[in-house]
């Protein structure tokens, strides 16, 4: 006879978590931001309790730590610490970034691990999730020693990917350059040619609109919401974070659907240009921050913007936010001060840039908020457009995938509206959730307990 369940609770749950995963703060925030919304609702669902569902999907299917040794310049042997967390793989091969940046942890990745398992079942593409890295800076190495650093990652990752397996892709300090030198071995040690990873150059598998999908994606997103709010996002002035890829061509898109982009900003500081930045001047930042990884500060020397050191751009009076750098840029006084100086929605380019107090505080005082994993979906959004056309050995042109990506991320903001509907307000961390969790649920369910 089976015993009567009893609801889950959020309490319980998380003490679990935390337990099971001590020392992991960023992984305890990322669950327990999905948890608050989505335990309610497999309440109203028991057969996700007695599977534990939840349970399940919060630990990953198997986390890889390996060594990554190479030699500088200087002939000195350096050693860092390479990862792939492969999260879930319940609706398709693995799919997610590669993080290279001192701060990477298990922590981090687990938490990037476990938001892509939600953010890819969004985007209604046959993706599973994964997240991985190293702790290696890419900033201040030579070229050779990016080469050399990526081509030792990917000899051991080799071993764990496959185009039917697992697909990374790049994120932080992962972009173009280091993508292309880890295929190139890859493609070496396996002698193969396949979509294995995503991002590539054009020349060689590589999609149209994949570097700029994140950052268009999220104005994609933000233009949705406005318009569901009989809103439109010409002319709004907006703050972005950041001056990576996310950053860079959501303020692309933003001057070219009529808005102005007054901030942007990095690790050393933020600039402020209170005409907003002009497509000439992006082009720029794009060559300076992109493709040679340089400082800020130098954009600002060259065009005589004001430049704020070692300060975060949420103080500048706008009417939308972009926060596309990294991990809890925005706390709970950055998000009172952003609501008193009149900003109306957010849209998070980065992921978890919002600490969930802020969040809170957005949805009290009535500001929209889109969460990353709805918001910033369209990277792998195409990224899994770019999977389909390797495996059809084939090229899509760049006004279709456009149209693609506009349309994914318009469903996703359908399915947000669906599943966050809250007092007559959309609630978009519980519609983002609760849909990304339903259909990796019920593929869990189908398999059996597996
Ligand atoms: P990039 O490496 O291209 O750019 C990162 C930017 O954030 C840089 O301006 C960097 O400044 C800044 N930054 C990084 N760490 C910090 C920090 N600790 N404090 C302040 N600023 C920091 O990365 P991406 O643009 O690719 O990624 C940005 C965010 O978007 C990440 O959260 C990533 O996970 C997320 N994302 C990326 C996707 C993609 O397609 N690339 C897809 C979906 C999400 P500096 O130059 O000084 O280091």
């Known amino acids: 006879m089976m015993s009567e369940l009893s609801p889950m609770t959020l309490e319980k749950f998380m003490e679990g978590l935390v337990k099971r995963n001590p020392k992991e ?6 669950v327990l931001e999905v948890a608050e919304v989505v335990i309610p609702y497999i309440n109203l669902h028991p057969k996700y309790i007695r599977s534990r569902i939840l349970e399940r999907m919060t630990e990953p299917d198997r986390t890889l730590i390996f060594r990554v040794c190479w030699e500088d ?3 000195h042997i350096q050693v860092n610490r390479g990862y792939r967390v492969q999260f879930n ?10 993080r290279f940046h001192p701060s990477v942890n298990l922590s981090i990745l687990k938490f990037l691990g476990f938001e892509q398992t939600f953010k890819n079942s969004l985007t209604q593409l046959p ?9 290696f800076d890419p900033k201040g190495k030579s070229e050779w020693e ?3 650093f990526c081509q030792s990652f990917m000899t051991e990752l080799s071993k764990h990917i ?13 972009g173009a350059r280091e993508i292309s030198f880890m295929f190139g071995q890859y493609k070496r040690l396996k002698n193969e040619f396949t979509g294995t990873l995503t991002g590539k150059g054009l020349e060689f598998g590589g999609s149209l609109i994949r570097k700029e999908a994140t950052g268009y994606g999220c104005v994609y997103f933000m233009e949705e919401m406005l318009k569901n709010n009989n809103d439109s996002i010409k002319g709004k002035r907006c703050l972005v974070s950041g001056s990576g890829n996310v950053a860079l061509y959501a303020t692309e898109k933003l001057i070219a659907v009529g808005a102005k982009v007054v901030t942007l900003s990095d690790s050393s500081g933020f600039i402020y240009v209170p005409d907003g930045i002009d497509q000439e001047q992006l082009e720029f930042v794009i060559e300076l921050k992109v493709f040679r990884r340089g400082r800020l500060a130098k954009a600002a020397e060259h065009f005589k913007w004001e430049y704020h050191p070692d300060k975060k751009p949420w103080g500048v009076p ?3 936010a972009f926060p596309c750098a990294t991990q809890n840029e925005i706390d709970v006084g950055q998000a009172d001060l952003m609501i008193k100086n009149g900003i109306r929605a957010v849209a998070e380019g980065a992921n978890m840039p919002t600490l969930s107090t802020a969040i809170k505080k957005f949805q009290n005082a009535g500001v929209l908020f889109a969460p990353g994993k709805a918001s910033n979906a369209g990277g792998v959004a195409v990224s899994g457009l770019e999977m389909t056309q390797n495996s059809l050995r084939m090229a899509w042109g760049k006004d279709d995938i456009d149209l693609m990506l506009r349309s994914i991320m318009g469903d996703i903001h359908q399915q947000c509206l669906r599943y966050g509907e809250e007092a007559g307000n959309i609630d978009y961390v519980k ?7 339903k259909k990796v649920a019920d593929a869990m369910l189908a398999y059996g307990v597996v």
């Open 73 to 75: 310049d200087e002939h």
């Open 89 to 98: 793989n319940a609706i398709g091969p693995y799919k997610g970034g590669l």
């Open 25 to 30: 703060p960023e992984f305890h925030q990322a």
């Open 431 to 437: 519609g983002a959730n609760i849909s990304g969790f």
């Open 127 to 135: 993706m599973g999730a994964a997240k991985g890295g190293a702790n």
């Open 146 to 148: 990016i080469m050399r």
């Open 318 to 320: 706008a009417d939308l």
């Open 162 to 174: 496959g185009e039917d397996i697992d697909v990374p892709a790049g994120d932080i300090g992962v």
